[in-house]
């Protein structure tokens, strides 16, 4: 038993309500002592959970360094913010630290914010990988690329890709080919002939639109299409491989080569093992009734998803070893994960998104826990209380999980602008000025 675990609650499902059960086991297990964080940063949890409550410190707290565990930096703008972040792994990294001991926190993880992070840390070599559990496989550019060569590369499907959908699969899978030459390049090569798309050879291109191109992307866009057209020459007068089987063909011959764009992509492979999966339990489910009324599987698969009738949404995946690569995640992801790392980078200090909750009125997870008391109205004094428990369950949760030492990057103004100086950003400054 963890007595300051319990980081989510929902429903009726919490903390309280799971310790009532110590009641009727045969045996307890306390687990009191921290193996995995420094002393100094036990330290610096001692100090740092009464002041989030702005409660007095119990005595005998032990000394704290705060140089020895944290790390503080302020930014007025977000981009200088990432750049630092980036510029500090790359440090840690140098000297010997490995990409997999380190992790990215922020209250959400969302997409510009995870883009920022891995462009910044890939022109620095640094390898990355992300993990949010909201984001389904049908969410991802990954998805977006496989599905789209998949309706190519079966014209007979009668699916015809848009434009851009076309152009970012080929900027996606063709590793070097930016936004514009991969919108030429779509423009001249895509066409559609009685709701069949095809795909025209790169030799047809006049030589001075080739030369924008560059020889070598059309070499890639080349072979790319010579794959596709190989596929479904083969497929149009035999047995078509089940849709699971041409995707795991689609990303080992082609996308995962050197000179495309799958070769060095942590989260690309493992979304495409994702997405296999999926449609193999798809194929497993509704196989036999597709076949029995002559509808392809991966047809079917690709409009019901299209249609967001299926999300392809997929879990499982943090259940799998993690790969020697910078994780990012939403900060309880990393906790409900419960994989402890030596270095921690907390982003956005002074957002109110450490410890607010999501909006739910009709699935309140406090009015509908067994705990709470018929007809007792919740207040803004509950809402603030919940809050600080929150954040204190949270902050001791990560110091926890964390061998080394914590980064705390702030950020004076937010991606919109405001100015921001949330509670955990209060609470560490309290920390900071009873230690100077």
């Not at 100090?47 to 944290?70: N, Q, T, Y």
């Not at 007025?76 to 972040?85: A, G, N």
């Not at 490995?98 to 910044?120: C, H, K, M, Q, Y």
């Amino acid at each position: 038993m963890d007595h300051e675990a319990g980081y989510r609650q929902f429903l009726g499902a919490d903390p309280a309500s799971a310790a009532r059960l110590q009641s009727l086991c045969g045996e307890v297990v306390e687990f009191s002592e921290v193996l995995v964080s420094s002393n100094a940063l036990q330290a610096l949890n001692a100090h740092l959970s009464p002041a989030i409550k702005r409660e007095l410190p119990p005595p005998g707290l032990p000394g704290l360094d705060v140089s020895e565990a944290l790390t503080i930096k302020i930014h007025q703008y977000y981009p200088e913010m990432l750049t630092w972040v980036a510029d500090e792994i790359q440090s840690l990294v140098g000297d010997g630290t490995p990409p997999g001991e380190i992790v990215i926190l922020a209250p959400f993880l969302s997409d510009a914010l995870r883009f920022s992070l891995r462009e910044l840390l890939t022109a620095r070599g640094i390898p990355s990988r992300s993990h949010r559990p909201s984001r389904a496989l049908r969410e991802e550019p990954t998805t977006h690329t496989l599905l789209t060569l998949a309706a190519l590369a079966h014209p007979h499907w009668k699916i015809s890709p848009s434009q851009f959908d076309v152009t970012y699969a080929l900027l996606q899978a063709i590793e070097g080919l930016d936004l514009i030459r991969a919108r030429l390049l779509t423009k001249i090569v895509y066409r559609t002939s009685k709701a069949q798309p095809a795909l025209s050879d790169f030799d047809d291109i006049k030589p001075e639109t080739q030369e924008r191109i560059t020889y070598t992307l059309g070499n890639r866009y080349q072979q790319l299409k010579d794959w596709l057209d190989a596929y479904a020459a083969a497929h149009a007068v035999e047995e078509p491989a089940p849709f699971d089987h041409f995707l795991g063909r689609l990303f080992g011959e082609i996308l995962s080569q050197p000179g495309f764009g799958f070769h060095t992509g942590h989260d690309r492979g493992a979304i495409t093992a994702n997405l296999i999966e999926s449609v193999q339990k798809f194929r497993w489910a509704v196989g036999e009734t597709l076949a029995a009324a002559d509808v392809p599987l991966g047809k079917e698969y690709l409009l019901m998803v299209q249609d967001g009738v299926i999300a392809a949404q997929y879990i499982k995946r943090w259940a799998a070893p993690p790969d020697d690569a910078v994780f990012m995640a939403p900060a309880y992801t990393f906790l409900m994960n419960n994989h402890p790392m030596k270095y921690q980078f907390w982003l956005n200090a002074g957002s109110r998104g450490w410890y607010e909750r999501i909006y739910q009125p009709l699935t309140h997870p406090y009015i509908l826990s067994r705990n709470w008391e018929f007809g007792q109205v919740w207040t803004d004094a509950d809402e603030t209380a919940v809050s600080l428990e929150r954040l204190q369950r949270l902050v001791s949760g990560l110091l926890r999980r964390c061998g080394e030492k914590v980064y705390i990057a702030i950020s004076t103004l937010n991606e919109q602008g405001y100015e921001q100086k949330g509670l955990l950003l209060q609470a560490v400054n309290r920390v900071l000025q009873k230690t100077k």
